[in-house]
């Protein structure tokens, strides 16, 4: 038979209940505060090929964990040896590698295709010590720029690049800012699409830039541009060029108004800076009063630190998705940002299966 209750007898009780909560929450704090710190997930590992190891190290102290133990070396004839020191056997693995040119501190380089290699081996090495997931972290993708048969005869080279990650045993790729976001098309793993625009945009909103307009210095980044003028609420333009050949561009004119602004010149990466430095100056013939640049990517080959040295652009900002030369450091007009923090983020979503796209919110 059910009980009848009055509303007298549930004010008082419900008074009880409030006393006992009140009661028991010093208690509950005390409990928290002497709660243990969580021990590392042991099936969680990051390692690094040669390409990038201060970002690497940067990434892990965020995180909170050590890198990996794996031995890269070459033999004398130049093949690359790779080792992983430690058990990986049923763990979530993630190897950092961009595949860029890198001059290390002993003055000796190394190339795209050597990275790629090294990369490659990584994989297969995780692969075959039964590794549960093996994530190829890139934050930089070289060989993106080869996107396309523009010529008879020739690969697209990207998409090899992408079966190549398949094929070693990658199960998922994150990458930062691709040349073009159709890139991921060429995978048929998932692909994780990370933008620098968050760091890049939280740098130049705490310049305050006066009459700011965001420049695309082709029409191939206007979407890139259009974002970045949204985030920081500037104004758009275009400079439309004509390619004439391999890295060498010629800047034909201006697409809006720039007179008496400050330019901020935005693109994916910078190579030898001649696009860059052209467009600067086509930017200042049009009344611009300051240029600076931002890019994801500072690839700077050949001339390019002395062509932005010479150049009219005030201060050229990139992130760390490729180390920098001595050259480069000691450039007053060069900074960079540490992407760090955002790799780091996406490495722990992933790991933790949760959003990634919450990042770029």
Same mark, same amino acid.
């Given at each position: 038979?059910?009980?009848?209750?009055?509303?007298?007898?549930?004010t008082e009780k419900a008074?009880?209940?409030?006393?006992?909560?009140?009661?028991?929450?010093?208690?509950?704090?005390?409990?928290?505060?002497?709660?243990?710190?969580?021990?590392?997930?042991?099936?969680?590992?990051?390692?690094?090929?040669?390409?990038?190891?201060?970002?690497?190290?940067?990434?892990?102290?965020?995180?909170?964990?050590?890198?990996?133990?794996?031995?890269?070396?070459?033999?004398?004839?130049?093949?690359?040896?790779?080792?992983?020191?430690?058990?990986?056997?049923g763990c979530d693995v993630?190897?950092?590698?961009?595949?860029?040119?890198?001059?290390?501190?002993?003055?000796?380089?190394?190339?795209?295709?050597?990275?790629?290699?090294?990369?490659? @081996?990584?994989? #297969?090495? /995780?692969?075959? =010590?039964? *590794?549960? %997931?093996?994530?190829? !972290?890139?934050?930089?993708?070289?060989?993106?720029?080869?996107?396309?048969?523009?010529?008879?005869?020739?690969?697209?080279?990207?998409? @090899?690049?992408? #079966?190549? /990650?398949?094929? =070693?045993? *990658?199960? %998922?790729?994150?990458? !930062?800012?691709?040349?073009?976001?159709?890139?991921?098309?060429?995978?048929?793993?998932?692909?994780?699409?990370?933008?620098?625009?968050?760091?890049?945009? #939280?740098h130049f909103k705490k310049?305050?830039?006066?009459?700011?307009?965001? !420049?695309?210095?082709?029409?191939?980044?206007?979407?890139?541009?259009?974002?970045?003028?949204?985030?920081?609420?500037?104004?758009?333009?275009?400079?439309?060029?004509?390619?004439?050949?391999?890295?060498?561009?010629?800047?034909?004119? !201006?697409?809006?108004?720039?007179?008496?602004?400050?330019?901020?010149?935005?693109?994916?990466?910078?190579?030898?800076?001649?696009?860059?430095?052209?467009?600067?100056?086509?930017?200042?013939?049009?009344?611009?009063?300051?240029?600076?640049?931002?890019?994801?990517?500072?690839?700077?080959?050949?001339?390019?630190?002395?062509?932005?040295?010479?150049?009219?652009?005030?201060?050229?900002?990139?992130?760390?998705?490729?180390?920098?030369?001595?050259?480069?450091?000691?450039?007053?007009?060069?900074?960079?940002?540490?992407?760090?923090?955002?790799?780091?983020?996406?490495?722990?979503?992933?790991?933790?299966?949760?959003?990634?796209?919450?990042?770029?919110?």
């Amino acid at each position: 038979m059910p009980t009848l209750i009055t509303p007298t007898e549930k004010t008082e009780k419900a008074e009880k209940v409030e006393r006992a909560e009140k009661k028991a929450e010093p208690m509950a704090e005390e409990k928290h505060e002497r709660k243990p710190r969580p021990r590392v997930d042991e099936k969680f590992k990051i390692f690094s090929g040669t390409a990038n190891e201060p970002l690497a190290d940067e990434v892990c102290q965020f995180l909170g964990m050590p890198r990996g133990m794996a031995q890269v070396i070459r033999f004398a004839d130049g093949e690359a040896y790779v080792q992983i020191q430690e058990n990986v056997r049923g763990c979530d693995v993630f190897v950092m590698q961009p595949t860029c040119r890198t001059v290390h501190a002993n003055g000796k380089s190394s190339s795209v295709d050597e990275h790629l290699m090294e990369l490659l @081996l990584m994989i #297969d090495a /995780l692969k075959r =010590a039964s *590794a549960r %997931r093996i994530t190829a !972290v890139m934050p930089y993708f070289g060989y993106a720029r080869q996107d396309r048969k523009d010529k008879p005869r020739s690969p697209i080279s990207s998409k @090899l690049v992408a #079966d190549l /990650l398949t094929s =070693a045993g *990658a199960h %998922r790729a994150l990458i !930062v800012d691709l040349h073009t976001p159709q890139l991921q098309g060429f995978f048929n793993i998932p692909v994780d699409h990370l933008f620098a625009s968050p760091v890049l945009v #939280d740098h130049f909103k705490k310049l305050s830039l006066p009459n700011l307009t965001v !420049v695309s210095p082709d029409a191939g980044g206007v979407e890139r541009a259009r974002f970045f003028a949204k985030k920081v609420d500037a104004a758009l333009a275009i400079v439309d060029k004509r390619r004439t050949d391999v890295n060498v561009a010629e800047v034909m004119h !201006v697409i809006g108004d720039v007179h008496g602004r400050t330019c901020l010149i935005i693109d994916d990466l910078i190579d030898t800076a001649g696009t860059l430095v052209k467009t600067a100056m086509a930017l200042q013939q049009n009344g611009a009063t300051e240029v600076f640049a931002c890019s994801s990517h500072a690839v700077l080959s050949g001339p390019a630190v002395q062509n932005i040295s010479k150049s009219v652009i005030r201060e050229v900002v990139v992130t760390n998705t490729i180390p920098l030369t001595e050259e480069a450091k000691q450039e007053p007009k060069i900074r960079v940002l540490s992407i760090a923090g955002l790799i780091g983020r996406a490495i722990q979503a992933n790991h933790e299966e949760t959003s990634v796209s919450k990042l770029f919110v």
